[in-house]
């Protein structure tokens, strides 16, 4: 279903004659972002690209370790929560092993460090990436809610426009939120029996509860924003995709509700199921997926509270970028 609001070609403006085509401009693709590589002089060997850092031996074996023992510890802990007697010796033999791990861990942290790495770039030496990026967004989601009650916006004191896309699916968060409540009185009640597993059960429902608004605190205080030449899509705590505007070729003002999930070198940031504006690239620009596989696209559908000030906006900062005067090449040299 396809509702076509507005379009028109960049540029043109209510009673005016439009000197753009109607048809998507190609644009010249700039040079590539780097650093650049000097070109090996005569007889010189060519320059091999640095090699990825290889993790030590102890490292990979800490990792092993943890894939072994973190999964064995939570299955001890659900074994004892249904009440299932665990010898005394099993017992202190996992502990003493999450420990020495923990142990090891810091350790090893600190060895890495006085080598010179980051914070960061220590934590990733020690926890896999995956583990880092689920944490991440975790901890995205819940900092969200204060940023929320607190109305402070994620990055737009320096927008030049900033666009809300979170109203049109708040009814369903909120009702998806009531009926979590609804569940854990439920619950809350069916397990006043056992208060060991109504505790956990308790502390489960008021996570998930916080996790759904979560969801759309981190929507309302990540808006899109339209900065000097680049336009910021984004969506919920999971996608941040910069794109310049020298890569647009058109624009167009359309309403979806149906999307190709499988459609390669699209991105559809639907919004309670709908779509409403359209960007179209002359060149790809890279949208990772969730856990960073590289997803080049060229096709970006998103959409906003006010998706016609959206368009006008692009309409006006594309125009902008694409009449902008081109730098002075200087006088011409003396013979």
Same mark, same amino acid.
């Given at each position: 279903?396809?509702?076509?609001?507005?379009?028109?070609? +960049?540029?043109?403006?209510?009673?005016?004659?439009?000197?753009?085509?109607?048809?998507?401009?190609?644009?010249?693709?700039?040079?590539?972002?780097?650093?650049?590589?000097?070109?090996?002089?005569?007889?010189?060997?060519?320059?091999?690209?640095?090699?990825?850092?290889?993790?030590?031996?102890?490292?990979?074996?800490?990792?092993?370790?943890?894939?072994?023992?973190?999964?064995?510890?939570?299955?001890?802990?659900?074994?004892?929560?249904?009440?299932?007697?665990?010898?005394?010796? %099993?017992?202190?033999?996992?502990? #003493?092993?999450?420990?020495?791990? +923990? /142990?090891?861990?810091?350790?090893?942290?600190?060895?890495? =460090?006085?080598?010179?790495?980051?914070?960061?770039?220590?934590?990733?030496?020690?926890?896999?990436?995956?583990?880092?990026?689920?944490?991440?967004?975790?901890?995205?989601?819940?900092?969200?809610?204060?940023?929320? %009650?607190?109305?402070?916006?994620? !990055?737009?004191? !320096?927008?030049?426009?900033?666009?809300?896309?979170?109203? !049109?699916?708040?009814?369903?968060?909120? *009702?998806?939120?009531?009926?979590?409540? #609804?569940?854990?009185? *439920?619950?809350?009640?069916?397990?006043?029996?056992?208060?060991? %597993?109504?505790?956990?059960?308790?502390?489960?429902?008021?996570?998930?509860?916080?996790?759904?608004?979560?969801?759309?605190?981190?929507?309302?205080?990540?808006?899109?924003? /339209?900065?000097?030449? #680049?336009?910021?899509?984004?969506?919920?705590?999971?996608?941040?995709?910069?794109?310049?505007?020298?890569?647009?070729?058109?624009?167009?003002?359309?309403?979806?509700?149906?999307? !190709?999930?499988?459609?390669?070198?699209?991105?559809?940031?639907?919004?309670?199921?709908?779509?409403?504006?359209?960007?179209? /690239?002359?060149?790809? #620009?890279?949208?990772? =997926?969730?856990?960073?596989?590289?997803?080049?696209?060229?096709?970006?559908?998103?959409?906003?509270?006010?998706?016609?000030?959206?368009?006008?906006?692009?309409?006006?900062?594309?125009?902008?970028?694409?009449?902008?005067?081109?730098?002075?090449?200087?006088?011409?040299?003396?013979?």
């Amino acid at each position: 279903m396809t509702d076509l609001a507005e379009t028109r070609p +960049l540029g043109a403006r209510g009673g005016e004659p439009s000197t753009a085509s109607a048809e998507p401009v190609e644009t010249a693709p700039g040079p590539a972002a780097g650093p650049v590589t000097p070109a090996p002089g005569p007889g010189a060997e060519p320059v091999k690209p640095a090699a990825p850092p290889v993790r030590s031996r102890a490292v990979r074996l800490l990792r092993l370790v943890a894939y072994v023992a973190l999964p064995a510890e939570l299955v001890l802990f659900v074994v004892l929560l249904g009440g299932v007697p665990i010898p005394r010796g %099993v017992f202190a033999v996992s502990e #003493v092993v999450l420990l020495a791990l +923990l /142990l090891a861990e810091g350790l090893t942290y600190l060895r890495l =460090r006085r080598r010179g790495l980051s914070r960061r770039a220590a934590v990733a030496e020690l926890v896999p990436e995956s583990v880092l990026r689920i944490m991440g967004h975790e901890l995205r989601i819940m900092a969200s809610l204060g940023r929320w %009650v607190a109305r402070r916006p994620v !990055d737009v004191a !320096d927008a030049d426009a900033v666009f809300p896309h979170a109203r !049109d699916q708040a009814a369903l968060m909120y *009702g998806f939120t009531f009926v979590c409540l #609804v569940e854990s009185a *439920g619950m809350s009640y069916l397990l006043a029996d056992w208060p060991v %597993v109504h505790a956990i059960v308790l502390v489960l429902d008021v996570y998930t509860v916080l996790f759904v608004l979560g969801l759309q605190a981190a929507a309302v205080t990540r808006p899109h924003t /339209l900065t000097g030449d #680049v336009l910021r899509l984004r969506q919920a705590a999971h996608v941040d995709v910069p794109v310049p505007l020298d890569r647009i070729a058109s624009v167009r003002h359309e309403l979806l509700f149906t999307h !190709d999930k499988k459609a390669e070198g699209e991105l559809n940031l639907a919004v309670g199921s709908q779509t409403s504006v359209t960007v179209e /690239l002359t060149e790809p #620009v890279d949208a990772p =997926r969730f856990f960073g596989a590289p997803r080049p696209v060229r096709l970006i559908r998103c959409h906003a509270d006010d998706a016609r000030a959206l368009y006008r906006a692009l309409d006006v900062a594309v125009t902008r970028v694409r009449t902008a005067p081109s730098p002075s090449p200087g006088p011409p040299p003396r013979a």
